[in-house]
């Protein structure tokens, strides 16, 4: 079954989401295997906003899944290159 | 993560050194720090975990030791690069992978001034992870893997400490 474009996030059209991608990815939030192969190795929305969500629940930020000013700026915060969720 | 009943609690990575009595080595020195005073953070920054547990760290000048430590820029040989001033500013690696240390040497390093990245404090938490413990989201402690700038009066916290007694015992003297 074709997958709707609009129910994964297109990262190529949302300013600085490429460096959030990395950054989650970095550090243990999003893994490869969420990726859909299948459409682009794009990332469902869902995923995405839990993905945010774990972060901020982890970094003590309000856990709402948004990529709120207050979150980009921890991300810009130095840190250790360790990542936070060990598998 | 701990026993206790608390939602934010330390992390423990799963591995653990078998000996307590533990070695280093500064194979790689920075650039802009005089090699005495690095010695002497290293060794300062080893003994926030000693002084909690019957952990010893000696340094060495020469192999084999337990833990190797480097300050190294961009690609350094182990995959993980590191991505010049800010960003991340070290990594580590628990001792089931070796327990050694590396230190982005693009920081601007300090030693207690409030100015650059304190080498002490990044170092400290970067041996946590030597010794096995994973980030905390606990937010006032060491193991927390944000830098919170320099603190003149740096002391564990009682999470950090919790957690290295959970991977090697309390201090028994």
Known sequence: TPIEDSFYLNFDSIEGTDDVDLYLSQFGYLSPSLRNPTSGNLIDANTWERAIMEFQSFAGLNATGDLDEETMELMQTPRCGVKDKVG | ?173
């Open chain 2, 1 to 173: 993560f701990g026993s206790d009943t608390r939602s934010k609690r330390y992390a423990l990575q799963g591995s653990r050194w078998k000996v307590k009595a533990l070695t280093y080595r500064i194979s790689k020195y920075p650039k802009r720090l005089n090699r005495k005073e690095v010695d002497d953070e290293i060794a300062k920054a080893f003994n926030v975990w000693s002084e909690y547990t019957d952990l010893t760290f000696t340094a060495k000048k020469q192999n084999p030791v337990h833990i190797d430590i480097r300050f190294e820029e961009s690609e350094h040989g182990d995959g993980d690069p590191f991505d010049g001033p800010g960003g991340t500013l070290a990594h580590a690696y628990f001792p089931v992978y070796g327990g050694d240390a590396h230190f982005d040497d693009a920081e601007y390093w300090t030693i207690k001034s409030t100015r650059g990245t304190n080498l002490f404090q990044v170092a400290a938490h970067e041996f946590g992870h030597s010794l096995g413990l994973s980030h905390s989201d606990v937010r006032s402690a060491l193991m927390a893997p944000f830098y919170r700038g320099y603190d003149s009066n740096f002391r564990l916290d009682s999470d950090d400490i919790q957690g290295i007694q959970a991977l090697y015992g309390r201090k028994t003297s």
